[in-house]
C-alpha cells in the first residue's frame, strides 16, 4: 500500500486504492466505521471540552489549589474537621459550577446543529449532503463555488476551479487548480492538485477525495504547531483587565493578612487557611461558570428571535457594536431581484439579449445566485439546441460569467457581468439595427444610458458575445475583442419599513455602514431612499488610494464597487478606530471582512465560507433579527456585570472588614470554612441572574468593560459594605459581649443576608423598587436567606461549622443592620452614578 503523507505525488487511482474508496465514494456504514475510528473532522479550537475536563477546569485557579493543598496539609496537622469542610465546600461550588455549565454547552450545542456547514459527497451510490465534522478520509466530496474544503483531499476532476488557500499561504489572490500529479517535495503553495482543509472554493467546481481531516490535516498540525488562539474579542479583553485587577488586589491583601497573623503569633497553618479563604472571598469565584451560563442563555433567547450564536463570547461584542458594515441586498433591499428590462445598447428592449443571458444562466455550472434565477424567472423550457461546451466561471477579479455555447454546428461565447468588466473585454458593438460598430463609436450613448438607469437604481449588467468557429474549449484568453449586445436592468427594491429599522439602529448607537459591489449611482440611489447619508460615497477605485482609512471611514457611510480586500480594510481601520465593528455578509467575497470583524455575522441561506467565516448566523435576512440581538447582547452584558459588580463589591468589603477585625480581636473574626460558606450560599443565587429582567434603558447604547468604573464601584459599595461590618463588630463585640462563636454565628448571618438583599438594589441603575427583578432570582434569594437563617440552629451541622444559634434580639439586630446596609446602599447609588456620568462627560 503506497505512503499516503505524499499522497500529492501519486496518481489519483493509487490514492483511491490505498484509501479503500472509489469515485462512487464509500457506503453509509464504512464511513460511520472510519468516523468512530478516525473521529469528528474538527480542527482542536472547535472540539467540544469533554465533561472530566470541563470539571477540572472548575478547580484550576491557583488559589484554589493553593487552598486545597493547605486544607490537605490540615489533615496532617490534626484539624480534619476544618479541611474536610473546606475540601467539601470547593467541591461543592466546583460541581454547582460544572452543573451549570454542562448545562448551558449542551443547549449552545444544539442550537449550532441549525446552521452547521454541510458537505455533498457520494455515499451509496448517490450524492447527499452531510455535517462537514462527519466527513472522513475516503470520502468523495462535489465542490463549487463557496464551499469549504472538507479536508486535505485530492483533486479527481475540476473545472476551472479556484481556491483561496490564504489561511494557510498567505497568498491574498486565488489558486488555480487542477488534477493531476506533484512532486513529492512540493510545499503548500505548489501543490495544485489538492484541495486543503481550511480552504475555500472561489469559483469553478471539482470531485475530490479525502486524505486527511481533523487534526492530521496540515490546517490541523499547524494549529498543534503555533497553539493558534482565536484573536481577542472586545470582552474577552474586559474579562481579562478585570481578572488583571482582582489578581493584584487579591494578592496584596494576602500578603498582609498571612504576615500581619503570622505577626500576632497566631498559628501558621489557621493563618494561611484564613488568607486563603479571604483571597477567595475577594474573587468571583464562579465567574467563568457565570458568563458562560450568561451567554448561553443569552444564546437561547437569541435563538428564539431567529439568531444562532455560533461563538458564546460574540454575543457580548455584538451588544457593544457601534458600527455596522453591510451589503444592501437583503439587508436594506427585499434581496429578491427582478429584472426589469433587458435592452440594446440604445435602451431598446431586446429578446435576443434576454435569449443570449438565458443562455449563460442556465447553462452555467457554478455558484446558484438570485440573478440568474430572476434571468430564468418565465423562461420556456430549453429546447436542447443549445448546449454547454465549456466555461469560464465568475470570480471577483473579473467580475463576470463566460460560457461557450454550441448550436447548430456553431460556438458562441456569451459572457455576463459587471458593465465596467464587461466593456474592458469588448472592441465592437451592436446597435438595435444590427449593425455592428466600434464601441469607441457607441462610447457615448451607452455612458449615458448607464448613468441615467444607475442614477435611477438599477443595478446593470452588461452582454456580450464571441465567435468561436467550431472551438469546444475556452478560457480567459478568450475573453477579448468581443461584441457588446446589450444590458440588464435588475431591480431590488428597499424593504418595507427598512427606514424604521434603521432608526431603531441608530436609536441604539450603531451606526450603518452600506458596503457594496454595485456602482456608484446605484449604491448612493438606494442609500438616499432610505435615508442614508450620501454626501460622501467613496469607491473601491479611491479606496485604493488611500493608506490610511481612519479617515474616510469616518466621513462615509457609503462603499462601492468595492473588492473583498476593501471590505477588510474599512472593516480594520474602524476597529483601529477604537470601534466595535459587526460585518453582515453571506457571499464568498465576504469571509475576509467576517474574519476581520469583531462580530462576523451571515444568514444560514449564504454560502458555506460565510457561515463558517461568522460567529453569529441568522435564521432570516434583513437588519430586524439585528435589531433585536443587539438589544439582547446588552442585556446579555448587563447581567454578566451584575454579578461581577454586586459580588466583587460585597466581597471586597467583608474582606476589608475583616482584615481589620483580625487585627484588632483576639480572635480569627470568621474561620475559613465560613468564609468560604458564605461565599458558596452568596454565589448560589447569582447562578440565576443570567435569566434577570434588564431595565430598558441599559439597552439603549453600547456597553464596554470600563475596568475604572468596576474599581470605583468596588471601593465605593465595598466600603458602605465595610461601614455596616464594623457596625456590626461593635455591636456584637461591645452590645452583646459576643466570644468567638457568637461573634462568627452572628457576622455569618449579617454577611450572607446583606449581600443576598443588597444584590436587589445594585442590580439596577434605578430605586430598586422601580426595577422588577425574575422570579427566580427573588426565589432562589429567598431560598437562600431562609438556609442562612437556619443554620444556626441545625444541631451537629451548626457544631460542626462552627455556629451556635442567637437569640431573638441579636437575629433582629442582625436583620435591623441590614435594613439599614440596604438604606444606605439605595442613597449612595443615585450619587455614585451621577458623579460617574459628569466624569465620562468630562
Excluded at 493543598?69 to 489533615?75: D, E, N, P, R, T
Excluded at 462527519?134 to 468523495?140: I, S
Excluded at 443570449?356 to 457554478?366: E, I
Aim: overall charge negative.
Amino acid at each position: 500500500m503506497p505512503d499516503l503523507d505524499r499522497y500529492w505525488s501519486l496518481p489519483a487511482g493509487e490514492v483511491l486504492t490505498a484509501l479503500g474508496t472509489g469515485a462512487d465514494g464509500l457506503g453509509s456504514q464504512e464511513a460511520a466505521a472510519r468516523l468512530e475510528r478516525v473521529g469528528p473532522n474538527v480542527v482542536g479550537k472547535h472540539r467540544r471540552t469533554s465533561a472530566p475536563r470541563l470539571l477540572l477546569q472548575q478547580f484550576d485557579s491557583p488559589i484554589i489549589l493553593i487552598l486545597i493543598f493547605a486544607s490537605i496539609l490540615s489533615f496532617f496537622l490534626g484539624d480534619a474537621v476544618d479541611g474536610g469542610i473546606i475540601l467539601a465546600i470547593i467541591l461543592f461550588s466546583g460541581l454547582l459550577g460544572f452543573q451549570r455549565e454542562w448545562s448551558a454547552n449542551n443547549s449552545v450545542q444544539a442550537l449550532l446543529s441549525l446552521v452547521q456547514v454541510e458537505a455533498d459527497v457520494r455515499r451509496d451510490g448517490r450524492v447527499q449532503s452531510i455535517p462537514l465534522e462527519d466527513v472522513v478520509p475516503g470520502d468523495v466530496v462535489l465542490l463549487k463555488a463557496g464551499d469549504m474544503a472538507p479536508g486535505d483531499s485530492l483533486i479527481l476532476h475540476s473545472n476551472e476551479l479556484l481556491v483561496d488557500e490564504a489561511t494557510l499561504t498567505g497568498e491574498a489572490y486565488p489558486v488555480e487548480k487542477e488534477a493531476g500529479v506533484v512532486d513529492a517535495s512540493a510545499p503548500l503553495a505548489q501543490r495544485t492538485n489538492c484541495v486543503l482543509s481550511g480552504t475555500h472554493v472561489v469559483s469553478g467546481s471539482g470531485d475530490v477525495v479525502v486524505v486527511h481531516t481533523g487534526a492530521a490535516t496540515e490546517l490541523g498540525r499547524i494549529s498543534k504547531g503555533l497553539e493558534q488562539k482565536e484573536p481577542e474579542t472586545a470582552f474577552e479583553k474586559g474579562l481579562r483587565d478585570f481578572g488583571v485587577m482582582l489578581v493584584w488586589a487579591t494578592a496584596v491583601l494576602l500578603v498582609v493578612i498571612f504576615v500581619v497573623n503570622v505577626a500576632l503569633h497566631r498559628p501558621v497553618v489557621d493563618s494561611l487557611l484564613f488568607s486563603l479563604s479571604l483571597a477567595i472571598g475577594i474573587t468571583p469565584q464562579l465567574l467563568p461558570a457565570i458568563v458562560n451560563i450568561s451567554l448561553s442563555a443569552g444564546a437561547q433567547r437569541m435563538a428564539r428571535a431567529k439568531v444562532i450564536v455560533k461563538r458564546l463570547d460574540a454575543i457580548e461584542d455584538f451588544g457593544s457594536m457601534d458600527v455596522l458594515c453591510t451589503d444592501k441586498t437583503g439587508t436594506i433591499t427585499v434581496g429578491s431581484v427582478n429584472l426589469s428590462k433587458a435592452m440594446d445598447v440604445d435602451g431598446g428592449t431586446s429578446d435576443r439579449v434576454l435569449a443570449d443571458a438565458r443562455l449563460n444562466a442556465r447553462l452555467q455550472t457554478g455558484f446558484k445566485n438570485p440573478i440568474d434565477d430572476a434571468l430564468l424567472a418565465g423562461a420556456p423550457p430549453a429546447d436542447g439546441s443549445a448546449t454547454r461546451l465549456a466555461e469560464v466561471p465568475y470570480d471577483f477579479t473579473r467580475k463576470r460569467l463566460s460560457v461557450l455555447v454550441g448550436e447548430n454546428g456553431a460556438s458562441t461565447l456569451i459572457t455576463k457581468g459587471a458593465v465596467p468588466n464587461v466593456l474592458a473585454v469588448c472592441d465592437s458593438a451592436e446597435l438595435s439595427d444590427g449593425t455592428t460598430v466600434a464601441l469607441s463609436d457607441a462610447r457615448d450613448r451607452v455612458d449615458r444610458l448607464v448613468t441615467d438607469l444607475s442614477g435611477q437604481g438599477y443595478r446593470l449588467l452588461g452582454v456580450a458575445t464571441k465567435a468561436l468557429g467550431a472551438k469546444t474549449e475556452a478560457g480567459v484568453a478568450d475573453e477579448t475583442a468581443m461584441t457588446l449586445v446589450g444590458f440588464l436592468a435588475l431591480l431590488d427594491p428597499p424593504k418595507p419599513d427598512v427606514d424604521k429599522t434603521l432608526a431603531a439602529l441608530t436609536n441604539l448607537g450603531v451606526s450603518l455602514r452600506i458596503i457594496t459591489g454595485d456602482g456608484r449611482l446605484t449604491a448612493a440611489h438606494v442609500a438616499q431612499a432610505v435615508g442614508i447619508d450620501v454626501q460622501h460615497v467613496v469607491t473601491g477605485d479611491e479606496l485604493d488610494g488611500i493608506e490610511d482609512l481612519s479617515g474616510i471611514v469616518q466621513e462615509a457611510h457609503v462603499f462601492a464597487e468595492v473588492l473583498p480586500e476593501h471590505k477588510a480594510r474599512i472593516v480594520d481601520a474602524f476597529h483601529r478606530a477604537g470601534h466595535v465593528v459587526g460585518f453582515l455578509g453571506d457571499g464568498i467575497n465576504d469571509a475576509p471582512a467576517l474574519h476581520a470583524a469583531d462580530v462576523g455575522i451571515s444568514v444560514n441561506t449564504g454560502v458555506d465560507v460565510a457561515k463558517e467565516s461568522a460567529a453569529i448566523v441568522m435564521l432570516e435576512s434583513g437588519l430586524d433579527p439585528v435589531v433585536e440581538g443587539v438589544k439582547l447582547g446588552r442585556q446579555t452584558f448587563a447581567n454578566t456585570e451584575k454579578y461581577a459588580f454586586t459580588t466583587i463589591s460585597a466581597n471586597f468589603g467583608n474582606v476589608i472588614s475583616m482584615a481589620v477585625a483580625s487585627v484588632v480581636l483576639p480572635f480569627l473574626p470568621m474561620l475559613p470554612r465560613q468564609i468560604l460558606l458564605t461565599n458558596f450560599l452568596t454565589d448560589m443565587p447569582s447562578t440565576t441572574i443570567a435569566d434577570d429582567r434588564v431595565d430598558p434603558e441599559r439597552t439603549q447604547s453600547p456597553q464596554r468593560w470600563d475596568i475604572s468604573f468596576v474599581r470605583d464601584f468596588m471601593i465605593v459599595f465595598g466600603l458602605v459594605s465595610s461601614v455596616f461590618d464594623g457596625i456590626t463588630f461593635v455591636v456584637l463585640r461591645l452590645g452583646f459581649h459576643a466570644g468567638a462563636t457568637l461573634f462568627h454565628t452572628g457576622w455569618f448571618v449579617e454577611s450572607v443576608i446583606t449581600e443576598l438583599a443588597v444584590l436587589m438594589v445594585l442590580r439596577t441603575q434605578r430605586p430598586f423598587y422601580r426595577s422588577r427583578p425574575a422570579p427566580v432570582l427573588v426565589g432562589s434569594s429567598v431560598a437562600i436567606g431562609a438556609v442562612t437563617l437556619a443554620l444556626p440552629y441545625s444541631g451537629p451541622l451548626a457544631k460542626l461549622l462552627g455556629l451556635a444559634p442567637l437569640s431573638a434580639t441579636v437575629m433582629l439586630t442582625m436583620l435591623g443592620i441590614t435594613v439599614l446596609y440596604v438604606l444606605a446602599a439605595e442613597l449612595v447609588k443615585p450619587f455614585f452614578y451621577r458623579h460617574r456620568r459628569r466624569a465620562t462627560a468630562a
